[in-house]
């Protein structure tokens, strides 16, 4: 049985940088096209894609926050984690880690709401 | 960046009613669409994958169809636990985008 866990600070002020941990099992990492994402969800707005990070390291970000985004992995602890540089209140959301498989975001997380306020 | 264009954003409809909603690229993406259903405080859960086959243990009531921009979603006979927001995703590109949703209630 897969399984996705967030986890991370509830509450972060503006310009801080933001460290989320996705932790996981049921599966391994190191396995050929698996493909791990963070996709987040503001108050009453829709779903936006963020980061992914492959099953040979091989890093994609979404355009618009490509400069204040790292994805990394510890495959060894079953780990992937994203930071964020420079939060702001917009980026106040719902965090969540999926599993893909090819392009198919097939298990998630149950999510991590993060607000950014001073 | 691919846009993901839903329509429209939010419908109300009855239990038992036939509901279909649709989704747009902003260019061709094959059969590389996703439809996830979301519910308040719960983990986001895929429905559809690769345009029209459906994700193992969800209901043969959901159907997607629909290939290169243009894409379908539909439940046949709408049933409480329906009721939610509904995605689509394109995996065509590595950059992954969603569509704005849209909202099904009461």
């Known amino acids: 049985q897969v399984t996705l866990k967030e986890s991370g600070p509830a509450l972060v002020k503006p310009t801080q940088t933001l460290t989320l941990t996705c932790t996981f099992s049921g599966f391994s990492f190191s396995t050929t096209g698996v493909r791990m994402s963070w996709i987040r969800q503001p108050p009453g707005q829709a779903l936006e894609w963020l980061a992914r990070?492959?099953?040979?390291?091989?890093?994609f970000y979404s355009t618009t926050l490509k400069s204040r985004l790292t994805i990394s992995k510890d495959t060894s602890k079953n780990q992937v984690v994203l930071t964020m540089t420079n939060v702001d209140p917009v980026d106040t959301a719902t965090y969540y880690c999926?599993?893909?498989?090819?392009?198919?975001?097939?298990?998630w997380g149950q999510g991590t709401l993060v607000t950014v306020s001073s | 960046d691919i846009q993901m264009t839903q329509s429209p954003s939010s419908l109300s409809a009855s239990v038992g009613d036939r509901v279909s909603f649709t989704c747009r690229s902003s260019q061709n993406i094959d059969n590389y669409l996703n439809w996830y259903q979301l519910k308040p405080g719960k983990a986001p859960n895929l429905l559809i994958y690769a345009a029209s086959i459906l994700q193992s243990g969800v209901p043969s009531r959901f159907s997607g169809s629909g290939v290169g921009t243009d894409f379908t979603l539909t439940i046949s006979s709408l049933q409480p636990e329906d009721f939610a927001t509904y995605y689509c995703q394109q995996g065509y590109t590595p950059l992954w985008t969603f569509g704005q949703g849209t909202k099904v209630d009461i």
């Open positions: 990070i492959d099953w040979d390291g091989e890093t």
């Open positions: 999926a599993r893909g498989v090819g392009g198919i975001l097939k298990d």
